[in-house]
């Protein structure tokens, strides 16, 4: 007879193996676009940041921050960024939509399930649109290309 222990111990690597399966199987992600000083950004970092990690959303596209100060990344294909913070949801390093500021907690949890409604892995996908108005934002000031 197996003990708890046991039992326990197979069903904690049975879920981890699970949600491996499941971060590798998403090929979604979702891509915070901030720049340093950003408020709207450290509003998402103190009422979002935390528990993002905690939420289904983050098994469905788990969020990775680009700040734009410090470098871009040229492994994904988007639109220009002109207002921070920026979400943009990426599938195969292409941009599926995005959320253009932040406007609080419960606009943008519902922002974010009408973006992931438009991923291809749980709906047909649509043109790249804003899901928002720019409630939330910080412009980005034109400057020399980096």
């Known amino acids: ?14 879920v981890g193996v699970a949600v491996l399966i499941a971060n590798a199987t998403n090929a979604a992600e979702l891509v915070m676009f901030r720049r340093d000083g950003c408020s709207w950004c450290a509003k998402w970092d103190r009422e979002i940041g935390p528990i ?19 470098g871009r990344d040229p492994s994904i294909a988007h639109a220009p960024i002109h207002y921070t913070p920026t979400f943009v949801l990426i599938e195969d390093g292409k941009e599926v939509g995005r959320i253009e500021g932040y406007p609080g907690d419960e606009f943008f949890w519902a922002r974010l399930e009408k973006l992931l409604e438009r991923s291809r892995r749980s709906a047909p996908a649509e043109t790249t649109k804003d899901v928002s108005p720019l409630a939330g ?10």
């Not at 007879?1 to 049975?14: K, P, Q, V």
């Not at 934002?137 to 980096?146: D, H, Q, S």
């Open 1 to 14: 007879m197996l003990s708890r222990l046991t039992i326990r111990f197979g069903i904690a690597a049975l």
């Open 52 to 70: 993002y990690p905690k939420t289904e959303f983050n098994l469905r596209a788990p969020v990775r921050q680009v700040n734009l100060d410090h």
């Open 137 to 146: 934002a910080t412009a980005i000031a034109p400057g020399p290309a980096r």
